[in-house]
C-alpha cells in the first residue's frame, strides 16, 4: 500500500512540473511576441514624451540627456552654472514646417515636435559625444533636409578640441541618431585643412551668407562670402554686407506667455498644431543658466 501511495505521489509530482514548464514556456512566448511587437511598433524613431497641451503651461528643461519634464519655472531656477552661452545647452535656432516644429540644441543635438490628433509628440535625436564639444553656428533646410553647422568656439576658452569633422548634420525619422550630410560650397574650405566655418545662413534675399577662418601662425585668415546656391562656391563680400544680411531679432512678447521669475527670458515664440512654444533661458550678460521650452494651449 506505502509503495502505490508513493507510485502516485511521484507521478502527481511528474505531471506538476510538467504543468509548470508549459506554463513558463508559454509566458516566455508571450514575452517575446510582446517585445518583437513593441520593436515594430518603434522600427523608426521613438517618441520622447507624448503630451496634452491645455491652459496651463507645460516646462521642460535642457539637461546633459535630453528634453526632461519640470513641474514648474521656479523648479530650473539656478538648476545650473552660468557658462557662457558658446558652451551652454540651449535652443540655439528653430523652425516651423508645416504644423511641424524643429530645434537645434547647442550642445546635444535636434528636437522635433509634431502634432498628433489631439497631442504633441516629442523626439530627441542625440548628437551624442561630438555634439558636446561643438558650438551651432546655423540651422537650415537644404535638399528637403533639416541640417545643423558645427563649429569649433574658442573665444572663452580653449577646449583643445579639434575642428568638427563633418561640420554639417542630419537627421531623420528612420531612428534617433544623427547622421553627417555634405555641404559643396564648404567643402572647398576643407576642415582637414584648418577652415572652420561659424556662420551659415539664409537671408531674405535668397542669397546664403557664411563665414570660414583658418588659424594660422601668423594672423587667422578670415573670408566672408555669398552665394545663390549652396551647391556652388560663394563669391568673397565685405564685412559690411556680410552683416547687414543678418535678420532683425525682435523681443518675443505675447499675452498667453506665462510670467518667468528674474533673470529668466523668453527667446524664441512659434506654433506647433494648436499649442504656443516658447524658449526660454536664464541669463546673466554673455552667459547662460538653466535654460528649456514651454507649450501651451493658443
Known amino acids: 500500500m506505502r509503495r502505490v501511495r508513493a507510485e502516485a505521489l511521484r507521478r502527481k509530482g511528474v ?3 510538467l504543468l509548470l514548464f508549459a506554463i513558463c514556456y508559454l509566458l516566455f512566448v508571450s514575452c517575446t511576441r510582446s517585445n518583437n511587437s513593441a520593436q515594430l511598433a518603434y522600427s523608426g524613431a521613438y517618441p520622447s514624451a507624448i503630451l496634452q497641451t491645455g491652459e496651463y503651461p507645460i516646462w521642460f528643461q535642457l539637461t546633459e540627456s535630453g528634453p526632461v519634464h519640470i513641474e514648474s519655472i521656479e523648479d530650473a531656477i539656478h538648476s545650473a552654472a552660468f557658462v557662457p552661452w558658446p558652451f551652454a545647452l540651449h535652443v540655439r535656432f528653430y523652425h516651423e514646417n508645416n504644423d511641424e516644429l524643429v530645434m537645434a540644441i547647442n550642445r546635444d543635438g535636434f528636437v522635433k515636435i509634431v502634432p498628433q490628433e489631439l497631442d504633441l ?4 535625436f542625440s548628437g551624442g559625444a561630438l555634439w558636446k564639444q561643438y558650438t551651432v553656428g546655423g540651422f537650415f533646410n537644404y535638399n528637403d533636409h533639416d541640417i545643423a553647422l558645427l563649429y569649433l568656439d574658442n573665444r572663452f576658452l580653449n577646449s583643445g578640441a579639434p575642428i568638427p569633422n563633418p561640420r554639417t548634420w542630419s537627421f531623420n525619422m528612420d531612428s534617433n541618431s544623427v547622421f553627417s550630410l555634405g555641404i559643396p560650397a564648404l567643402e572647398l574650405y576643407p576642415a582637414g585643412e584648418g577652415w572652420d566655418t561659424d556662420t551659415l545662413r539664409q ?8 563665414r570660414v577662418s583658418k588659424l594660422n601662425a ?5 573670408f566672408y562670402l555669398r552665394t545663390e546656391n549652396l551647391a556652388q562656391a560663394g563669391i568673397v563680400i565685405s564685412v559690411e554686407d556680410f552683416f547687414s544680411s543678418a535678420p ?11 510670467p518667468l521669475p528674474e533673470g ?24 547662460i543658466g538653466a535654460a528649456g521650452f514651454m507649450l501651451i494651449k493658443e
Open 218 to 222: 601668423l594672423q587667422p585668415e578670415i
Open 248 to 258: 532683425w531679432k525682435e523681443a518675443v512678447e505675447h499675452l498667453s506667455l506665462p
Open 15 to 17: 505531471v506538476c512540473c
Open 121 to 124: 509628440v516629442l523626439y530627441h
Open 203 to 210: 537671408s531674405s534675399d535668397g542669397n546664403w551668407y557664411y
Open 264 to 287: 529668466f527670458v523668453y527667446t524664441g515664440l512659434a506654433r506647433v498644431g494648436d499649442s504656443l512654444f516658447a524658449s526660454w533661458e536664464e541669463q546673466e550678460a554673455f552667459n
